[in-house]
């Protein structure tokens, strides 16, 4: 929106836990909004048209209140798969490591694979031909998305940033600038939320589309997460979103498996559980989205050493946080781990020495059901039988024959 400045909603947060308890949520509510002119109520902006704050505290209260039943403390922590504490830590990490690589080659992204997918993620918004004018990014790549958002998109008005992380918000606040602006000089409003993928603090049916690249995948309630995020878009709202899937870092499994087993005779989670292929269609369909498409890409990265990947694994917050993970890996495992990665996983290309790893990319399309979008037609209103129809295509080929 032309002549708005930014809004910095210091949302909800996850406060610290141990591995083996519950999350317990407190709440800072301060809403400003920063520009030329100083301060001002974020009132005045978007954000609370958008924004919620109050009523993902309320949500998060009840929970805390339920969570005082034994029983349903007990069934909760069995389903728990991720440490949302540690996933945080991690993106905190990620906000050091991406913005010291900004100010090493500030002529490049932070970094290149989140960089890359980024891009292929929004050439899908770019094959749809209508406007989205409050967008909602949504964790994992944000600083790429929103990079991208505004130099790319000529219809873009509000940009909803949310993480886990305050740390990352501040570093997209800075990759952005105080002035932020589409590739046509119109100022963009972009509002900054600390809040949880599992705790969506944005209003029902307040937003044209949410993005997440890579931010999915870290969440315990991936269905309740994807039903929150419909219930934020508009009828007809569109929900885009890419994940790792379960054959990402297939050599590095291997790898940690064989060392494991010659080291010290049992094998144990190295790599965080990750949704696979036909996992994809029943989550968009168990979060009510219509017209659900999903496609696969497999990017194959070459590092000069196994060392090299788990610093670009922290560089991109991917680093294990299975709340079942070893906390340490004993020296004899890693050397050995290191060793079998390099002999039975080296790059293609001969002429240089190093590594290859995979990376699946699962990507999510689904909408918001709107009356204007096409459906099938009810179960038995067909006027002709399959076996007629072919029955007539056999008649046609023996006629074209003779």
Known sequence: MRGRGRALVNGWFVART?????????????????????????????????????????RANARSEALRDGQIAERVRAMMVFD??????????????????????????????????????????????????????LGGACEAITRRLLAERKDVETIVVVDLSK???????????????????????????????????????SVDAIVSCLGMHWVNDLPGAMSSARNALVPDGLFLSCIFGGNTLQELRVACALAETEQEGGVSARVSPLAHVRDCGSLLGQAELSLPAVDVDIVTMGYSSPTELVDHLRTMAETNAGINRRPFLPRGTAIAATTMY?????????DNQGIEATYEVLYMTGWRAHASQQAAMARGSATVSLSDLQKHLDGKDSQAKS
């Open 84 to 137: 949302r504490n540690l996933v945080k830590a991690h993106r905190d990490r990620a906000a050091f490591l991406q913005e010291r690589a900004l100010k090493t080659r500030p002529e490049q992204p932070p970094d290149a694979l989140l960089d890359e997918l980024a891009r292929r993620l929004l050439d899908r918004l770019r094959d749809i031909k209508r406007d989205f004018k409050r967008i909602v990014v």
């Open 18 to 58: 141990s591995q083996l308890s519950l999350p317990s949520v407190s709440f800072a509510m301060a809403a400003t909004a920063t520009g030329r002119r100083g301060a001002v109520d974020a009132g005045t902006s978007s954000a609370s048209s958008i924004v919620d704050v109050k009523r993902a505290e309320a």
């Open 342 to 350: 390099e002999k039975s996983f080296p790059l293609s290309d001969s």
């Open 167 to 205: 740390d990352m918000l501040d570093f997209v606040q800075r990759s952005v600038k105080d002035t932020p602006q589409r590739s046509d000089g119109t100022r963009v409003e972009v509002i900054y939320v600390q809040g949880d993928e599992e705790n969506l603090p944005i209003k029902e049916q």
